[in-house]
């Protein structure tokens, strides 16, 4: 009995160890915030996005991915203060459900062909915020977006936009 | 331009707006006047005033204003001596007194409405009865800094709108930073000390800043140019200050006439003085207010986007600021390190977003990071050292700033005071030898009230080369001169006369020399403001040496005779003695610890603090 207990406690730590290391974080986080700063031209969003990383090139790096993944899955809020409105998200899937798909899209550098960094790079120093553990980081960005639907409506990420809608 | 096009484009501009914080800069624009008081008229030429390059000179069409008030108080040194109570002239205004007048002053400055004329100076109107856009497009070509083109060339159009819209976009910045200085400089007034004379001046200033009268959210200028000359535009004092110089020839010209140089004029002087007081202003503005001081966003390898436009000068100092995220969650800026501009951009004229860039070095501790706000404070550059060595225990040195990095003049000092004790050699040989052997049975008292001084005064340059931010050297070279004296009386009779023997007034030195010095710092920063140096210098003397001092016998202070101490006794008294290693070993002798005129190799090891 004595022996049986041992081996079932040695099973059940085999177990939660095997449990952890499956458990794997996903392979890019995604930590930003996302506003409309401005009016572009049309199919152009002009959005600023607050990234964050351990330093402020890392921040930096992050950006165009944190913009494009929040034009196509979170949408941008509105700013009064720059007379912008609201923009829906894009995709009317989720990252998880086509996961290897997205992976591969950002992995590969084909997001980069949306998006471009605005004031080419230049950011205000109130706009480099330090804090715990690295960097909060405001961009303007303006990202493609007519290109950016027509792309996932292609993959069937996105419904066909009513040409008769605004 | 034509207006139309003006706010179209201040339409699309809006659009825009705030996409950049405060923290970027625009030269601000600067109109001057002068100011009167009840007791007090400015003479002030204000065609003569000459503004630093930092500053957007405007042409206000305003020449004096009169204010119902009394000047401020400020003593000139002279008044200051000749009042009963010095001290009593030291003492500054309270603050009620100062805002009270300030209040006064705004009151009539608005009234007469010189924030109206200060506008039209920013943005005139044209002979066709509109607002001169044109004018104000000009000046934001020209007074905004790459930085405020750079974060406004954002991609709006699929392109970058053009360099034209991107500074249109400036021009709320150009007309809203708008101030106005008003001076009251009364007549200069003659001045005289123990070994000067010549001018001596006060200037009272008063700086406002006109409010907002532009906001491109609301369409462009709150005013109409109907309506313009009749508002009620509005300023505040930001700062008001007084300032006194003087403007001196020396009484002693004897040096000037061998050279050729003539004692300045009074015109002359007048124009120095009033220069020294703009001076002392133009540098009091840039380290006291706020809003005059350049700032912008560090770049990378510690570069920024101001230059020549800014004034920059080369080791002006910026302090580094970051933002941080505090735990209550406000965002408070904290300062992180102090740098120096090691080699200044040009960026005159056009704003292109990408002309030359300043290269600054980091001074001390702390970390410089891209992104970071950069803001220009000015210190003094007046640096005080304190050690102790051979060479010398007081440094003080100056930052000439705008040639090299690191460059500074220094005068060292070396002082020796207070008594030397003299052995029982000194009062047995020489002159006054045979005056102390005589003692007491000639009547003599030897009073032995005399004390020797001595001082070493080198005035030279060095050079800091920075290794890292907190390691540097320095080399330097130096001039100077050693001298020690020996001064009092040294022995009295008072049986029939009143007898004295004195140390001579004329010949009183020991030792008088000129030297040379060159030697190296190594200076470690302790903080971004004081360091520790370790100095070591070689020192030749180039001319003079030791030397005998005379003694003079008077009676009822009437002089008698004099001679020389401590050579051959001839017949009519002593001969001067002159072989260098005899009086040498003379002193050496004959006065304990005697003070070493520094020579050789020196060294000394110092704590220095920076203004």
């Known amino acids: ?166 | 331009m034509k207006l139309s096009h003006f706010l179209l484009s201040i339409i699309f501009c809006s659009q825009i707006n705030n996409l950049y914080s405060q923290d970027t800069y625009i030269r601000p624009g600067l109109s001057i006047i002068n100011i009167d008081f009840n007791d007090s008229k400015s003479n002030l030429n204000i065609q003569s005033v000459e503004s630093p390059k930092n500053f957007d000179f405007l042409n206000i069409n305003v020449s004096n204003l009169s204010v119902e008030t009394s000047s401020p108080k400020k003593k000139l040194l002279s008044e200051i001596a000749k009042s009963e109570n010095p001290l009593a002239g030291l003492k500054g205004e309270s603050k009620s007194s100062i805002a009270e007048r300030n209040n006064k002053i705004l009151e009539t400055f608005i009234s007469n409405k010189v924030s109206n004329k200060a506008v039209l100076a920013a943005v005139p109107i044209g002979e066709d009865g509109n607002y001169n856009f044109q004018f104000v497009l000009d000046r934001g070509v020209n007074t905004a800094s790459d930085q405020d083109v750079n974060l406004t060339s954002q991609d709006m159009m699929g392109d970058k709108g053009s360099l034209q819209d991107r500074f249109l976009y400036l021009t709320e910045k150009a007309i809203n930073s708008n101030y106005v200085i008003a001076f009251n400089m009364p007549n200069f007034l003659s001045y005289s000390d123990e070994t000067s004379y010549g001018l001596e001046g006060v200037i009272h200033y008063f700086v406002f800043k006109i409010d907002n009268v532009y906001d491109a959210d609301s369409g462009g200028l709150i005013y109409a140019e109907s309506e313009i000359n009749n508002s009620q535009i509005g300023a505040k004092v930001i700062t008001s200050k007084s300032f006194t110089s003087t403007s001196t020839n020396s009484k002693d010209q004897s040096l000037n006439k061998k050279l050729g140089i003539l004692p300045k004029s009074n015109e002359e002087l007048a124009s120095e003085l009033q220069n020294l007081l703009m001076q002392k202003i133009w540098e009091y503005n840039l380290r006291e207010v706020d809003e005059f001081k350049p700032k912008t966003t560090l770049k990378p390898k510690n570069k920024i986007n101001l230059g020549t436009k800014e004034d920059l000068k080369i080791d002006n100092r910026f302090q580094l600021y970051e933002n941080v995220l505090s735990k209550s969650g406000e965002i408070v800026k904290k300062k992180r390190a102090m740098l120096r501009v090691k080699k200044v951009g040009v960026n005159d004229g056009l704003a292109s977003g990408d002309s030359d860039l300043t290269k600054l070095y980091k001074i001390g501790y702390g970390k410089s990071q891209e992104g970071m706000l950069v803001v220009q404070e000015e210190d003094k550059g007046i640096g005080v050292s304190v050690g102790y060595g051979t060479l010398s225990w007081l440094r003080l040195d100056y930052r000439l700033k705008g040639i090299t990095p690191g460059l500074m003049t220094f005068i060292d000092v070396h002082p020796y005071p207070g008594k030397v004790e003299f052995t029982d050699y000194f009062y047995e040989n020489g002159l006054l030898g045979s005056v102390a052997s005589a003692g007491s049975s000639a009547g003599w008292d030897i009073s032995d009230d005399f004390s020797a001084f001595g001082f070493n005064l080198s005035l030279g340059f060095e050079k800091q080369t920075y290794f890292s931010s907190a390691l540097y050297i320095s080399p330097f070279v130096s001039g100077g001169i050693s001298n020690y004296s020996i001064s009092g009386q040294i022995a009295s009779r008072t049986v029939i006369f009143d007898e004295k023997i004195e140390w001579s007034d004329e010949e009183s030195d020991i030792y008088n020399a000129y030297f040379v010095t060159g030697g190296l710092r190594v200076g470690l920063q302790l903080t971004n403001t004081a360091s520790i140096n370790l100095s070591i210098a070689q020192s030749a003397v180039v001319s003079g040496g030791w030397k005998d001092a005379k003694i003079v016998y008077s009676i009822d202070d009437e002089v008698i005779a004099d001679g020389w101490n401590i050579g051959d006794p001839t017949g009519e008294g002593f001969s001067e003695e002159s072989d260098q290693e005899y009086i040498d070993a003379f002193y050496n002798t004959s006065i304990d610890q005697l003070p070493t005129a520094p020579a050789g190799l020196l060294y000394n090891i110092m704590l220095r603090y920076e203004f």
């Open chain 1, 1 to 166: 009995m004595k022996t049986k207990l041992i081996l079932l406690s040695f099973l059940m730590c085999g177990l939660l160890f095997f449990q952890s290391c499956s458990s794997s974080k996903p392979a890019t986080s995604y930590n930003y915030e996302l506003s409309c700063n401005g009016v572009g031209v049309e199919g152009v969003y002009l959005v600023k996005c607050y990234s964050y990383g351990s330093t402020f090139e890392k921040a930096r790096q992050n950006v165009k991915k944190d913009a494009v993944h929040g034009v196509l899955f979170k949408g941008v809020s509105a700013n009064s203060i720059k007379k912008c409105k609201a923009q829906s998200k894009i995709c009317n899937v989720t990252y998880a459900e086509n996961k290897e798909w997205f992976d591969n899209f950002f992995s590969s550098g084909q997001y980069l062909q949306y998006v471009t960094l605005s004031n080419d790079g230049n950011v205000s120093s109130s706009d480099r915020i330090k804090i715990k553990g690295g960097y909060k980081v405001g961009f303007t960005v303006s990202v493609k977006s007519d290109e950016l639907r027509k792309r996932m409506e292609k993959e069937g990420f996105a419904k066909k936009m009513n040409v008769f809608d605004n």
